[in-house]
């Protein structure tokens, strides 16, 4: 069975910085675009940035542009997402994802980690 594992997530002082993980079960999907999406407690899962895995090609969420970066790990198997200063709405559980096209709806992917926990404190 195909799985998403993410890792990183903690809690974090506001100004402060996360690096997320996102390690596929597979290589086949160095052929997809992954993706990370967050959901705040009470609102709808959120785009956040996606990376075509071959050509590193990436679609950021305009409002998290400039904060957070996703990189793919050429040497390892893992989609990465940093975070930079962070702020206490920057909290929720982020998923990585995995599709065909590099589009901002959750709708467009097919495969979801379990999702990591970013907790930032004021």
């Known amino acids: 069975q195909v799985q998403l594992v993410e890792s990183g997530g903690g809690l974090v002082q506001a100004g402060g910085s996360l690096r997320l993980s996102c390690a596929p079960s597979t290589r086949t999907f160095t052929t997809y675009v992954m993706a990370w999406f967050r959901q705040a407690p009470g609102k709808e899962r959120e785009f956040v940035a996606a990376?075509?895995?071959?050509?590193?090609?990436?679609n950021y969420a305009d409002s998290l542009k400039g904060r957070f970066t996703i990189s793919r790990g050429n040497a390892k198997n893992t989609i990465y997402l940093q975070l930079n200063s962070l702020t206490p709405e920057d909290t929720g559980v982020y998923y990585c994802a995995a599709g065909t096209a590099l589009g901002s709806a959750a709708r467009e992917y097919l495969y979801w980690g379990q999702g990591t926990q970013v907790t930032v404190s004021s």
């Open positions: 990376i075509f895995w071959n050509t590193g090609l990436t």
